[in-house]
Nanobody, 121 residues
């Protein structure tokens, strides 16, 4: 089994910053892809940023230049540095890891429990 534990959410004023962390543990051989998603009330869950295990990144257009995704492969941890936060960034943020648990097998997606980010004055 694999567990993902998130931390770092909270309340911040517009223009402020937060850093989210997500640590994966359990039966892990490798994690080719790690991602951050977010879901605001009444909306679907959307991908915010992705990073491969050789640090190729992609971002949702609305967060480019403000958010930075990074990872520490030795710790199986992914981070999301969020700067210049806006009220529209308010959502529950979820990490996702595509995990390979054994050689020759396909990856299995796992989700964190979610962490609330609220941007408000």
């Amino acid at each position: 089994q694999v567990q993902l534990v998130e931390s770092g959410g909270g309340l911040v004023q517009p223009g402020g910053s937060l850093r989210l962390s997500c640590a994966a543990s359990g039966s892990i051989l490798s994690i080719p892809l790690m991602s951050w998603y977010r879901q605001a009330p009444g909306n679907q869950r959307d991908v915010v940023a992705t990073i491969t295990n050789n640090d190729n990144t992609n971002y949702k257009d609305s967060v480019k230049g403000r958010f930075t995704i990074s990872r520490d492969n030795a710790k199986n941890t992914v981070y999301l540095q969020m700067n210049s936060l806006k009220p529209e960034d308010t959502a529950v943020y979820y990490c996702n890891a595509a995990v390979k648990t054994a050689p020759g097998t396909r990856t299995t997606p796992y989700w964190g429990q979610g962490t609330q980010v609220t941007v408000s004055s």
